[in-house]
């Protein structure tokens, strides 16, 4: 989207953390003041205009919101995980209140380290995180980007309210930074058209991102998703940042994911579980539960990036969960599996190639981005993950070949129809030749029966005969027609 952003370098750097208590280790946990972390953006607010979307944000006063002000300001989902000193992880912690959040992580014990799993963004997990750690703004202001223009139900045009300004990252800040962010599509089937998933947007999750809509009236929708990663140089402490699910309800194309069923969120999708939607920071507590004691050791070491090969993962899995479900869909019309929502109708698959084909080139983008940003951020070895990104890439753009082949096909049939119908419109035009010729025997002003043995003679049989040549009679181009590809 086309949305105002400034553009932060590598010099904006020293100005990222909070102005007091710098020489505080990070992970020592300090007393949360009210509005401490609001106050603090407000401030930095007139010298980083790219944190106004950030402000906006947490200012219960900011109009344009569609969701409820509560969510917005209250609502607190954080887990967290220690490390014990042999690399075994204690059992998740889930805070559903600041109070305990800070309970949870106020345990004086010698660790390896900590990991904080926030799922969805409100104001009272930015002050929690951002003034117990000393955060810099620009990790909650990255993670918000793109969300200023989807506030209300639908898009809201730039040209009726100028959106809140947020960072755009350039490379040389992203390599030197404590964080990391990273976006990925995710496919759903959800009933009800364009309508529901705009109004799942605000009331299901806080952070309301882009939405890829195949065609209003089809369940299949693509759904913007972030993952933000911060730690700090030395810390022992890990932040990570995931979107909340629209639905657990997987596209028609889904492939059961082999993820185990951690604590609480295992009993909410039931026995069924393997064919339902996986949230990201489940997925990331799946892969901390099968980490070796010694993998877990180097979690928090400096030399690699905090969780960079499963956030690299989960996109690479969304991706193929993308090109598959675009597959099937390419496989509906070729093969005509129709119905009342899926016409068989020409326009109606121009229209759903297009929006196919437009949708690819932006995955490829996203996944592009994604690519280059681990490459960025160096420390672990992804050499596998971007051969795994390649392979990938270059089967997106045999869709987009196949794409391109299926509208060039729509058109040439819907070519052919209409030549049919040219040819049905000549052939009853025809018709007025004999009628015509019969006319004019009809005008011959002979009192005998020359006109009645010329109209007998040849009026009659040109008739049968015509009608014979134009609807009977089997032609060699009827041979020809192509029924499959």
């Known amino acids: 989207m086309d949305v105002p952003q400034i553009v932060i370098s590598a010099e904006d750097l020293e100005k990222g953390t909070l102005p007091e208590k710098h020489d505080q280790p990070q992970d020592k946990a300090r007393s949360i003041l009210p509005n401490a972390y609001y106050d603090v953006v407000r401030l930095k607010l007139q010298h980083r205009p790219w944190l106004e979307c950030l402000y906006q944000f947490m200012n219960p006063a900011t109009e344009g919101f569609a969701m409820q002000p509560s969510r917005r300001m209250e609502v607190f989902d954080i887990k967290v995980i220690h490390f014990t000193e042999s690399g075994k992880p204690d059992p998740v912690i889930k805070c559903s209140t600041p109070e305990e959040f800070k309970r949870a992580v106020s345990e004086e014990k010698e660790r390896t380290g900590t990991l904080i799993i926030a799922k969805g963004l409100s104001r009272a997990m930015i002050e929690v995180l951002g003034t117990t750690y000393e955060l810099e703004p620009e990790f909650f202001a990255s993670y918000l980007a793109g969300t200023e223009i989807f506030r209300q139900v639908r898009y809201e045009s ?80 890990g932040i990570i940042l995931t979107d909340q699910l629209l639905s657990d309800v997987p596209p028609a194309s889904h492939i059961p994911n082999p993820v185990s069923l951690l604590d609480d969120d295992g009993e909410n999708l039931g026995t069924d579980a393997r064919w339902r939607q996986v949230s990201a920071r489940r997925e990331l507590i799946s892969w901390i539960d099968r980490l070796t004691p010694d993998e877990a050791k180097t979690l928090f070491n400096d030399q690699k990036q905090l969780a960079l090969l499963p956030v690299l993962k989960i996109i690479e899995r969304h991706g193929v969960m993308f090109l598959l479900h675009a597959s099937y869909i390419m496989g509906r019309i070729l093969m005509r599996n129709c119905d009342a929502k899926f016409p068989n109708s020409i326009p109606f698959f121009l229209w759903i190639s297009r929006s196919l084909h437009r949708f690819v080139h932006q995955h490829q983008m996203l996944l592009r981005n994604s690519l280059e940003i681990a490459s960025l951020r160096g420390g672990d070895d992804i050499a596998e993950q971007k051969e795994d990104f390649a392979f990938l890439y270059k089967e997106l753009d045999k869709t987009l070949n196949s794409l391109e082949e299926d509208v060039k096909f729509l058109i040439g049939e819907a070519s052919v129809r209409e030549g049919k119908i040219v040819g049905w419109v000549s052939k ?58």
Do not use: C
């Open 428 to 485: 009853f035009a025809a018709l007025f030749l004999p009628v015509s010729l019969l006319a004019t025997i009809l005008s011959i002003s002979d009192p005998g029966y020359v006109k009645w043995a010329i109209l007998g003679g040849l009026s009659v049989p040109f008739v049968l005969i015509s009608i014979y040549l134009m609807f009977m009679f089997p032609t060699y181009f009827d041979g020809l027609s192509v029924t499959t590809r």
């Open 158 to 237: 730039p040209l009726v309210r100028p959106p809140a300004r947020s960072p755009y990252l350039l490379p040389d800040y992203i390599r030197k930074a404590p964080f990391y962010t990273a976006e990925y599509r995710r496919p759903y089937h959800i009933k009800g058209g364009d309508q529901i998933v705009f109004k799942l947007r605000v009331a299901v999750t806080n952070t309301s991102r882009g939405t890829s809509i195949i065609h209003p009236d089809l369940p299949d929708v693509f759904v913007g998703e972030k993952i933000s990663v911060y730690k700090k140089r030395g810390s022992k402490i």
